[in-house]
């Protein structure tokens, strides 16, 4: 469910410049709306290093909390590059990484002291682990009542299948997506990556900074509950609210929309794909000018989108037979010409090489030797206030715990007997 360390003290583009368009040289660095923020993240895998990513991004400093031995389950995700795990690299960028067992006594001890100086703590632990720890967070503020609590779990801290444990997969097919998900002749399909945990882990990352936002105004701070599935059902919603006011279950539609037509993905001569999206009427008409066929809006059954969307097998095949008839550089020339929403059909070879993203969103993760020079998206945002984030090399299982813990108040001959019991590693 989540995941977490660090990535690169100089992080830039592809094509060489500051990733955070830093401030001229001499200049003050502008600091992140989050600086001065202290994160501890006892979440693994996915959701809460997601989240605790994205709080790290814009100023927060986070610290993650990995069991001394194995570390993180992410460490062994592939694709990996000499042992790294390249995922677990992109959630965990400038994160610090402190050792501890926290199924042992002398390690829930070491987190509620580290609890204790923090502003956020975040988990995806199931429901009702923290307290049977003695973690809640009716403990935890007792020590610190400004604490924002974030945690992310398959199903929520409440309700039926509140114990029940979840991952991305589960709660992409439970919301509703995977039903709707394909083509009427294929299974509900589940995407190949981490779609629930990551919309899962971007919402706690709001809820926290929400959190953050009412304790300035109140000083208390809050529990933040997040469950894998509510994020994603939120986007689908229309489905439901459909259902509910008609009675009709939405099925698997392809590319379209069910809402709206012309739209889809289509192949270009040259075997290339591209996409289009007249979801109004406006760009409907701009499309068939562009396609020079601007008689088919006086044929009746495609002269509005809801006449389009029942006749849409044939107007689809109208705009498909055009799109195959020439090259994908050629039909997007077109359709840019006339602004037509439009797109190439990246893979990952046509992102690195595009001009906009590297200018924009690529970022150069480096400090890591087993890595080597390797991309990764920055932040899923950019603010005119903040130079953006650095990033520093991927943390070993517990690099920082004598230095986190040092800093907590624990003396040498503390952490050294605490090592030589298997409590800390590092």
């Known amino acids: 469910m989540s995941d977490g360390p660090s990535v690169s003290e100089d992080a830039t583009t592809a094509g060489g410049a500051s990733v955070d368009a830093s401030p001229a040289a001499g200049a003050t660095r502008r600091e992140g709306p989050l600086h001065g923020i202290r994160v501890l993240e006892l979440g693994t895998m996915y959701a809460a290093p997601t989240c605790g990513r994205m709080l790290r991004d814009f100023g927060a400093e986070v610290t993650k909390v990995e069991d001394p031995g194995a570390g993180d389950y992410a460490r062994q995700w592939t694709p990996m590059k000499n042992g790294q795990s390249m995922g677990f690299a992109r959630l965990n960028a400038g994160k610090r990484s402190v050792g501890i067992d926290v199924r042992s006594e002398a390690g829930r001890d070491l987190v509620r002291r580290l609890a204790a100086d923090v502003d956020v703590v975040i988990e995806s632990f199931r429901p009702g682990r923290l307290e049977a720890w ?20 398959g199903f929520g801290q409440t309700g039926p299948y509140s114990g029940k444990p979840g991952f991305g997969t589960v709660a992409e097919t439970g919301s509703g997506f995977a039903f709707i998900n394909g083509w009427p002749e294929t299974p509900p399909t589940s995407p190949p990556f981490g779609f629930a945990d990551s919309i899962a882990g971007i919402s706690a990352a709001m809820g926290t900074a ?28 229309d489905m439901i609210i459909n259902y509910t006011g008609t009675g009709f279950v939405q099925g698997r539609v392809g590319n379209g929309t069910g809402s709206a037509s012309p739209r889809g993905v289509y192949q270009a001569a040259d075997g290339k794909w591209l996409s289009i999206a007249a979801s109004n009427q406006g760009i409907a008409i701009r499309l068939f000018h562009a396609m020079g066929r601007p008689d088919i809006l006086e044929d009746p059954r495609f002269a509005t989108n809801a006449a389009r969307m029942e006749h849409n097998d044939a107007i689809q095949a109208i705009v498909s037979a055009w799109v195959a008839a020439r090259p994908r550089h050629e039909v997007l020339a077109v359709l840019d ?13 046509d992102i690195v090489a595009d001009p906009h993203f590297s ?25 005119g206030g903040y130079d953006g984030p650095v990033y520093a090399g991927v943390p070993t299982i517990g690099e920082h ?23 800390i590693g590092s």
Not at 359 to 383: D, K, N, Q
């Open 337 to 349: 010409e006339h602004e037509v929403v439009c797109s190439q059909v990246n893979d990952a070879s």
């Open 401 to 423: 715990t004598d230095e986190v813990l040092l800093a907590a108040g624990l003396g040498q001959a503390e952490l050294d007997r605490l090592r030589s019991e298997g409590v």
């Open 134 to 153: 003695g973690l809640g967070y009716d403990v935890l503020s007792v020590d610190n009542p400004r604490l924002v609590l974030t945690r992310v779990s």
């Open 359 to 383: 200018e924009r969103t690529l970022v150069e993760l480096t400090g890591s030797e087993a890595l080597g020079r390797v991309l990764t998206p920055g932040p899923i945002l950019h603010m």
């Open 210 to 237: 929400m959190a953050l936002y009412r304790r300035e105004r109140t000083g208390a701070g809050d529990v933040v509950d997040v469950a894998l599935y509510e994020p994603l059902m939120f986007i689908i919603g």
